[in-house]
């Protein structure tokens, strides 16, 4: 049992699929995973262990932001031993051909945050995907001939900007979507030598103004979730 997870030795998987919201985390253990069991309550930050496909799967809320993710991620990997991890959330889509409920997977990732410029003194860390799951995720994604876009994406400290064309600059340089988790997932990833991936339903395009409905970034997310569950389970 670590300090944000109250997970016995065992428990959770080596392979795990990380929603931000809790909610999101009960809603898969309930539509996809068979035998599903509930290891985790603290703080209202759900965890889940079952089966998908007849293979061992975890599923663990992560809550919003970088500071948050990585408490569990750092958890999840030298508590629980968990190798392979995967982020299935939401982001906004920056470029005109991506549109509201495609699929966006961050080959790598920037961000706005000072996080890794304290980690490594002042220098400069570029965290990239595991290129494993990478080749996986885009050869499943073919298969099932999903719209899903493949590239770099950008981590946010703030949600709210008071410069309505923040955004622009990393567009302008092909960063396909916004989020607020992925670069420290992988850089934690790196750090340990564990595969890592963020797979993101675009729920609002910065260039459109479109956005999807709070219940479906909840619960209707499915062919995210279908994607990531086949991806750790190959």
Same mark, same amino acid.
């Given at each position: 049992?670590? !300090?944000? /997870? =109250? ?8 392979? /795990? ?41 975890? @599923?663990?809320? *992560? ?9 569990? @991620? ?7 031993? @968990?190798? *392979?991890?995967?982020? /299935? =959330?939401?982001? =906004? $889509? ?26 490594? =003194? ?23 001939? !999903? ?31 916004? +989020? ?6 992988? *850089? ?11 797979? !993101?339903? @675009? $729920? ?6 479109? +956005? ?14 279908? !994607? ?7």
């Amino acid at each position: 049992m670590s !300090l944000h /997870i =109250g997970a016995k030795q065992g428990e959770i998987a080596e392979a /795990i699929l990380l929603p931000g919201d809790p909610l999101r985390a009960k809603f898969i253990a309930e539509n996809f995973l068979t035998d599903a069991k509930c290891y985790n309550e603290i703080r209202g930050m759900y965890g889940f262990t079952g089966y998908y496909k007849g293979k061992r799967v975890s @599923v663990q809320g *992560t809550g919003m932001g970088m500071p948050s993710c990585s408490i569990y @991620v750092y958890e999840l990997i030298n508590e629980y031993n @968990v190798k *392979t991890l995967v982020r /299935i =959330g939401t982001a =906004g $889509s920056t470029q005109s051909y991506i549109d509201v409920r495609d699929i966006i997977v961050g080959v790598g990732a920037c961000a706005d945050s000072d996080i890794n410029k304290m980690r490594f =003194g002042h220098r400069h860390f570029s965290p990239i995907a595991s290129f494993k799951l990478l080749y996986d995720a885009y050869n499943i994604a073919q298969e099932k001939k !999903l719209k899903a876009h493949f590239g770099n994406i950008l981590s946010i400290d703030n949600y709210y900007y008071e410069d309505p064309d923040w955004w622009k600059i990393w567009a302008k340089y092909n960063v396909i979507g916004i +989020e607020m988790e992925s670069y420290a997932l992988y *850089t934690l990833a790196a750090r340990y030598k564990c595969d890592a991936l963020s797979i !993101l339903t @675009v $729920s609002n395009s910065f260039i459109t103004g479109e +956005e999807a409905p709070a219940e479906d970034r909840q619960t209707k997310f499915k062919q995210m979730a279908e !994607l990531a569950l086949d991806l750790i389970t190959k």
